[in-house]
């Protein structure tokens, strides 16, 4: 794994633009996979200065990691919502060519063959991930087994903890979200995972350099050839490099 350590979460942030925009300078058709969360508004913002700055992402296609079930893009806790809010509202990139799964859909079942049929279709060239504390990638929970493709996903306690921050009441944190599955993840090109602060230090340790198990999602990121990891200093105390 390539892992870069920054001093600063403005330089992170302005590192993994790089990485994005020159995909799309030299591919202006790439396919992107993104994320919501705390960590990537900052590379989003980035994103953003550099489309002011002259480059285009009108051909460039999105897939988002995951959404909640039972939310629609009108919510503002929705990741549609923070998706238009945080990066696509500031692009020009049409809507058409973004995609979340749908959270709505009337048989969620179907709505998750439909997400993979696409992204079978468009294969992603550069999939960017937050880490969540107990290790989930998207919304991959720890557990004995993982899906491969996109699935329905009961999401933990400790998540919907984390998440109510975002919300008024924990009642209100959805129970279900819709994610890409660990094996649609690694079927990208090249993965970007950003993760930032000391409170994260323990799970990146345990995911870049402890036993890979589905106890750990992010942990199966080490099987995959191209594995760029962004941390701060704080995310990055407990490893030795
Ligand atoms: C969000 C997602 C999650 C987050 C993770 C870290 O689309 O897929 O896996 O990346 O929960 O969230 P933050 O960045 O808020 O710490």
């Not at 999401?155 to 649609?184: C, H, Q, W």
């Amino acid at each position: 794994m390539n892992i870069k350590v920054f001093d600063t979460k403005q330089e992170l942030d302005a590192y993994a633009a790089d990485l994005l925009c020159a995909k799309v300078a030299a591919k202006p058709n790439a396919v992107l996979g993104l994320a919501t969360g705390s960590t990537p508004i900052g590379i989003y913002k980035e994103l953003a200065a550099r489309h002011r700055a002259g480059l285009s992402f009108q051909q460039v296609t999105t897939y988002n990691l995951d959404e909640y079930v039972g939310l629609d893009a009108a919510n503002d806790q929705s990741y549609a919502y923070y998706m238009r809010d945080q990066l696509f509202s500031l692009l020009d990139i049409p809507a058409d060519q973004t995609h979340l799964p749908q959270g709505m859909a009337e048989d969620l079942d179907l709505e998750c063959e439909r997400y993979d049929t696409m992204l079978q279709a468009q294969p992603v060239d550069i999939q960017l991930l937050g880490l969540g504390h107990n290790g989930h990638i998207g919304f991959n929970e720890p557990d004995a087994k993982l899906s491969g493709g996109t699935h329905v996903v009961k999401l933990k306690e400790e998540t919907r903890e984390a998440n109510a921050r975002f919300f008024s009441s924990m009642d209100e944190v959805p129970r279900y979200a819709i994610t890409m599955g660990v094996g649609s993840i690694l079927k990208a090109d090249t993965i970007i995972l950003a993760a930032c602060g000391a409170d994260k230090s323990s799970i990146v340790e345990q995911a870049l350099t402890g036993p890979i198990t589905t106890e750990i999602p992010a942990s199966l990121l080490q099987t995959h050839p191209r594995v760029i990891v962004l941390l701060d200093r704080e995310a990055a105390q407990r490893l030795t490099l």
